[in-house]
C-alpha cells in the first residue's frame, strides 16, 4: 500500500503531503505519525499542505485528530502552507480546524515549533530551580 | 439553458472519491471557474461523494456542463441506499449517524449556488448541486 512518508528532523518530525490522498490514506498517516511521536520521542510535528488542492471535513479531522493526539504525546502540531483558496473553503464548509496550529509556510512553521519546544523547556528549567 | 456535455462516474469504492475530485476539478478547470470556484465545488463533491458511499452504499455521480445564458457545472449524486429520513435533521451542522463530523450535507450546501436534494426511506437519494461560474 502506498504511504506518506514521515522524516525525522532532530526533534522533529516532518510530513509534506503530496498526493491526493483517499481516505485509508489519510488514516494510515494518522496512525504513522502517532506512532513515530512515541517512537522518536519527537517534540514537534510540521506537516506541509502545500500542495493539496482541498481539504474536506474528513481529512480537516485527520489534521485535528493528529494535532490532539500529539499534543497528548507532548508534541507540537503545525500545519503550513494551506492556499487561500482552501482556506476560505474550509471556513464555508463550516471546518476551523480546532486545535491546530498553523503557518504561512514551513520556514515559519519551524520558527514555531524550536519557539514553543523552547519556551516547554524554559517553563521545566524554571521548575527546577 | 443548454447542457452542454454529461457523463456519469462510479461512486462505489474509496479510492472513486480521489477520482470524482480530479474529474470535478478537469471539468471545472474548463469551463473556467475561479480558483476559489473550483475549490469549493470540488470540496463539495468529495463530501457528496463520500456519502454516497458510506451512507448510501454507492451510487453514481452525473457530471453536466451548462451553457447559456450562464455558464456553470452541475453535478448529481445518486444511490439507491436506504434514504434520509429526516432531510432537514441531515442538514444541520454537526448530525451524523455515521461517525464523521456531520458537516457533509450542510456544508457542501454552502459551498454551491443550487443545492437540491431527494430522498425517500427505502428507496435511495439523489442530491444535486449547481455552481456557476
Known amino acids: 500500500m502506498e504511504k506518506i512518508p514521515i522524516l525525522k528532523m532532530g526533534e522533529f518530525l516532518l510530513v509534506t503531503i503530496q498526493v491526493d490522498m483517499h481516505d485509508r490514506l489519510a488514516m494510515a498517516l494518522q496512525d504513522d505519525l502517532t506512532r513515530m511521536i512515541s517512537q522518536t520521542e519527537a517534540r514537534g510535528v510540521l506537516i506541509d499542505i502545500s500542495t493539496l488542492e482541498i481539504v474536506d471535513s474528513f481529512i480537516g479531522r485527520m489534521l485535528s485528530n493528529i494535532a490532539g493526539m500529539s499534543r497528548i504525546l507532548d508534541a507540537e502540531t503545525v500545519v503550513v502552507g494551506m492556499q487561500p483558496a482552501v482556506a476560505i473553503t474550509l471556513v464555508e464548509l463550516g471546518l476551523s480546524l480546532p486545535g491546530v496550529r498553523t503557518a504561512l509556510n514551513v520556514d515559519a512553521g519551524m520558527d514555531l515549533l524550536r519557539h514553543s519546544v523552547d519556551g516547554t523547556s524554559e517553563t521545566y528549567g524554571h521548575r527546577l530551580h | ?133
Open chain 2, 1 to 133: 439553458m443548454a447542457i452542454v456535455s454529461t457523463e456519469t462516474v462510479p461512486v462505489r469504492t474509496e479510492p472513486d472519491v480521489v477520482a470524482v475530485r480530479r474529474r470535478v476539478r478537469e471539468v471545472a478547470a474548463q469551463l473556467g471557474l475561479s480558483l476559489v470556484d473550483q475549490t469549493k465545488v470540488i470540496t463539495a463533491a468529495s463530501e457528496l461523494a463520500r456519502n454516497t458511499i458510506i451512507y448510501g452504499g454507492g451510487g453514481s455521480m452525473q457530471v453536466e456542463t451548462l451553457n447559456g445564458p450562464r455558464t456553470g457545472l452541475r453535478l448529481t449524486f445518486e444511490d439507491k441506499g436506504p434514504g434520509i429520513p429526516d432531510i432537514e435533521l441531515a442538514l444541520r451542522d454537526g448530525f451524523t449517524t455515521g461517525s464523521g463530523l456531520g458537516l457533509g450535507l450542510g456544508g457542501s450546501k454552502r459551498l454551491v449556488n443550487e443545492f437540491e436534494i431527494f430522498s425517500r426511506p427505502g428507496e435511495g437519494t439523489r442530491i444535486t448541486i449547481t455552481r456557476w461560474k
